[in-house]
């Protein structure tokens, strides 16, 4: 079931340039159909798991390439379906102004089904694995425009992610020489009479392999790949680089430190304290790249290396409320980043503006995508009542819980960064909504709302914004059900 | 249904709807909507108080946290001063906004601001404060850079942003608080457990400043004020009014929440935080009169007269004596009409003359000879001479102050209040002075009766006559909040 | 003894006299010789392979049937079969893949020439794999020396000839030091034969005698087959050597001939003077650090370099660094991690430069990076294949490079000492090897680039495409299903000793 799960999106992506469409909307319901059916399947895995482990390969000892559902897994596998099937349908929208279409959905197809193998990963190796295939199979859909920024980045983004992977390919090592086991156990698998006295030399392993997996999460200092990357085409930006790439780099940060070395192990460290300042400073060094930049897209991409950090701060809490909160984030920033990033590209796909100081008065012009735009950015902003201010509130409880004087300063730099985020996001919506005197709108005549393709995704995402903001008890209880093993 | 919902929802789904609405609306049937939701909100807030139940838990954003209402006395003096300032100027930007574009969207944002205030006023918990705290901030700063001129918009920016930084430090005592308190539920006394001598209790100490100079931000007081000069001028007259009359006032509201409601007065008494919290609210009620001493522009000059008013308030607060307090209340209100009217008032005056500094305004008592007198009455209002709102007020003020056990701040306080009280004539009266006494050189032949429309003189006098009121009967006040005061400190 | 055990000493004969007969056949009988000679030299290796994996035991081969020390010994164990083997698949493949550049490359009249060096070079190879005689050894380096010598130099183009002038003095001088060594090693022991010195070694080193000129001995051995086989301060002659000769030299002496070097040192050091005498020197200190050195400098190298081939050329030091990391670290992990990357190594670097072969081939015959954009449309398996080879070079899993990388870093962590410098090496140097070969992987699939270049089909260009085929699916056995391999480098050390 999960190696069908995971490979079906990556058979139904090759098949794109293969099968003959005659017509593009049937490629279209092909596409759209088959990241549907995967999403359902997937959910129905979810509801319907069970604990064993689905063993694919064996490499060399007890190395195996093997399938677990857990609590991890479910929240991410599931956070990527939800997502997939809307990022799919506005995809086909926006690549109508696009060339090579058949080899991007080619490859944005593929991309799901790697991401679930991340997600259903039972053990580090088999992430790794995933991990790495997710950049080669990413690399071309940066790539996609071929221009000459388009090859830079493209190139810049595989030698970070190929680097950091080579770093975290270290902290491998460590477990699979001083853990018992690979395979992700809620608590740790060091085996503590392996270590003896070299506690010191796995911390800094700890530190270099999260700073490995922190590449792809964007933390400083290597984090200038994704405001570059963020020349590939909007569902790129928006569900690569603001969820299932820059995630999959916290999700294996959480495997890193919840499942293989061990909160336990790391509490109260040294390494702790390290990877908690760097995390930190991220948090606002991403903010405030962000109010620097004038590009809406790359603003938007330094919004995100801010947020990841904050699910990285979540995680080097190294408490279950830390996890929770977490992975509330990670959640509910997937929703509230992808909706801005889809209005991101619905403003370049109407208008062809990507500037900050060309959006005067198009709010009045394309009331939809900046009315939604607006509740993203006070989501993002942490505006009670809004999914943000959920996940940040989790965030700061599990710092205030955690008595960790170091993490008190986290909160105040989550807020720090929450004043920022005001100021990039906001800034833009005044511009759009209020020009200033006498502005002229003549030039604005041709700006409309895009169709029904982009639109839907947008408002399902809202309304999810706007659900997690109101209720967020259920969901939330699951998180920390998660965080806690339950699953 | 759930009526304590209804003066808050009301107003918000009004504003949401004119702002929706794509067409532009006949100003006829504009105005008209907009004045019967105001007085029909205003209707509710009223009925609410006397009528309905008391408190309401709405629903629970997380599993702890529920959105709460509750009404209590702060509540109804809140509201009602919101209500009176809302409905006034807002029956008066009728006629001020005809020279303005986008009137539409401007009584939108005024709606939701209104509804806004209304659940701050009604917000029974932490939480519930701070949603419509930030909610607040974000609804009224369209207000401010309605004008949509460049100076406005950084004006309103600058507002944003400053506010915005005030929620967030606040925010950061909110998290501490949670984990110290059962609950964020406001109770009279405060709920902390924690003594300021613990370690904890060492740490909350310093997010309760935290908190005061956050939710100070609001209130314009020192360091943190600069927004508010810069506001004012920029917004409309009656955006102003309601800014600087009731909108400040969340920060006065939010600061007697978490200091009286959640820590608890006597946490604080006697800390280096009450001595920081007395000095900054002392050191602003002096900066702020004297720019407003200095400042040529009528509407730059009462914003750094409200800068420094509010402080007396805050000093009221700060000080945790009974009188004091009561003061402090006494004034919110009558600060409240008293600079609501100062601000319709130049307003008025920008609407017919176009002149905005005060050296320009020679003779102009001869030509609005009604609004002028108005103006007087409630500048020996702002002054504090009897028998008008201002007096009652800054006299519990001074009487706490000489009471309260607050050391040195004793004698200083009462100075400060006086000395301040002497630059408040100096900067308020010369308008009057000048108004009226032109001098020799006035030329009276070129003199027209140039009173404006009745829609800015009625709401200029009902308020007027309201603080008026206050200072010749605030017995209804007092007695009214004094079993209610003795029971918070 | 079984008639399987003279397949050592056949396959040996065998390419040795080919090479002399193909010297009177025509051009196109001379392929097919040296062809066949290859497949039946495979196909006996890999009977013994499997003979000997069933025996569990090696065996000793007397030539002549004269016992030591008047006659030559060959021995043959589970890694010496197993690694002729390879060698046997590498050269068919290298041959296959590079054949159609032949005649571009090389003049019609040296072509006879060409496949008397290939045979030659397979029988000293095979020599060096086999013998169990240090001064067979050196013969047949010599052999190897000269026949490498001639492939490089046989493409008579200026730079060739430098370059094989050069290889040629550094190869000498690394022989005369072998030699050198060798001279002081027979003066201490009296023997020659490998396992008569490491008796007498062990007696030595026990009695506490001549213990300096012992060490001066070994560390002139290794000092003359690292530069043969271009450790990193010795690999001046490498780029020039691999960059500009035939395509089938190239990635056949970068994938083999540096390769034999180093067997033939990891049977010195287990065979001749003992895995645990070796490792108490400080010469694996040595080479550890210059081994760490080499992954950096190397990759440093190719990074500057634009030129595709000796960007590939440069690759090699990296990896050799790699190969002597491995024995430096002194453990048996270490040693099995460097065997396994000589297999995975040799595998890459071949499959790296057939696959660049097609690349230039689609770029106007032109080397540099600039005429290289877009390549990998215009010849879709070239680009493919060489693809493969890069990712597997940097480590991606399901590549044979993640195994090594695997297994160095798995024998890293067991040496106290040198595990945070070999682990940190490790990770910098898939940094920069990232660098280098994904820039040139997103180079050929940049944008469409010139297209005044033709496109090439498989059609055009089956043997070459299927050549391809096989590297990569030989890089990605090694990669998943590399348990049995490891486990027979092991048994075959395991023989060793």
Known sequence: MIICIILLPIIAGILVPLLPFHKRCHKEIFLEGAVILNSILVWYLLLHHSESTFLL???????????????????????????????????????????????????????????????????????????????????????????????????????????????????????????????????????????????????????????????????????????????????????????????SGAFAIIRLTYYSFGTEFLRGTWAQTTVMIVVMFTIVYGCSRAVKETHIKRRLAYSTISNLSYILFGAVIMTPLGLTGAITHLVFHAVMKISSFFCAGAIMHQTDKRYVHELNGLGYRMPCVFGIFTISALALMGVPGLAGFISKWNLAQAAVDSQNPLAYGGIACLLISALLTAIYMLSIVVRAFFPGKDFDDSSLQDAHDPNWKMLLPLFVFTVFIILFGIHSQSIVNFFYDVAAGVY | MYPILLPILFPILAGLCLLVYRKDLERKLLTGITGSCLVITGALVISVLALAKKSLILFYLTETLPIYFQIDEISVIFSVLTVVVFVCAGFFAFAYMKHEQKEKRYYGFYLIAFGVLNGLCFAGNLITFYLFFELLTLSSFPLVLHTGTREAIMAGLKYLFYSLCGAYASLYGIYFLYRHCDTLTFTAGGILQASPASPDGRFLLLVAFLMILGFGVKAGMFPMHAWLPTAHPAAPAPASAALSAVIVKAGVLALIRVIYYIFGADFLRGSWVQTAWLTLALVTVFMGSMLAYREPVLKKRLAYSTVSQLSYILFGLAVMDQDAFMGGLLHVLAHGFIKGTLFLIAGAIIFTTGKTRVDELHGIGKEMPLTMWCYTIVSLGLIGIPPTGGFVSKWYLAIGGLAGDIGIFRYIGPAVLLISALLTAGYLLPLTIRGFFPGADYDYNALQKREPARLMTIPILFMTILSVLIGLFPNIITDYLTKFVSSLL | MDFVCNFPFFSILISLFSGTICSILPEKAAKAVNRIVIAAVGVMSGILLLYLLGTGESFVYWMGHFPAPWGNEIRAGVLEAGMALFFCIIMYLSMAGGAHKLFDEVEESKHNLYYILINLLLSSLLALVYTNDMFTAYVFVEINTISACGLIMIRQVGRTIEAAVRYMIMSLLGSGLFLFGLCIMYDLTGHLLMSNIKESVALLIQNGEYQIPLIVSVTLMCIGLCIKSALFPFHAWLPDAYGYSTVSSAAILSSLVSKGYIFLLIKIIYRVIGFDIFNSTRIIDVLFVFGLMGMIFGSLSAIKENDIRRMIAYSSVAQIGYIYMGFGMGTQAGMVASVFHILSHAATKSLLFIAAIGLTEVSGGSRKFIDLTGAGYRNKWAGVAFTAGSLSMVGVPLFSGFISKLLFAQAAVQVEGKMLATLIVLGISTVLNAIYFMKTVIRIYATTGDTSYPCITFKDMKVHAIVLIFFILLNIILGVNSQPIVNMIEQGLAMFA
């Open chain 1, 57 to 247: 390969a064996h490499f060399t000892g007890d190395l195996n390439i093997s399938f677990r559902v857990d609590g991890m897994s479910m929240v991410f596998a599931g956070l990527v379906s939800g997502l997939w099937p809307f990022a799919t349908l506005y995809a086909f929208e926006y690549m109508t102004k696009e060339k090579h279409e058949n080899s991007f959905f080619l490859f944005y197809t593929m991309t799901y089904g790697v991401t679930l193998g991340i997600a259903f990963a039972a053990n580090l190796l088999t992430m790794y694995f995933f991990y790495e295939l997710l950049t080669l199979v990413t690399v071309p859909l940066v790539m996609h425009t071929l221009t000459r920024e388009a090859v830079l980045a493209s190139r810049k983004y595989l030698y970070y992610s190929l680097g950091g992977a080579a770093f975290a390919f270290i902290g491998l090592i460590m477990v699979i020489v001083y853990g018992n086991t690979t395979d992700f156990i809620l608590g740790g698998v060091l085996d503590l009479a392996k270590i003896g006295d070299r506690t010191n030399v796995l911390l800094l392993i700890y530190v270099m392999a999260f700073m490995g997996f922190g590449v792809k999460a964007a933390v400083c200092p290597f984090n200038s790949w994704l405001p570059q990357a963020g020349v590939a085409p909007t569902p790129v930006t928006a569900l690569l680089h603001a969820v299932a790439v820059v995630k």
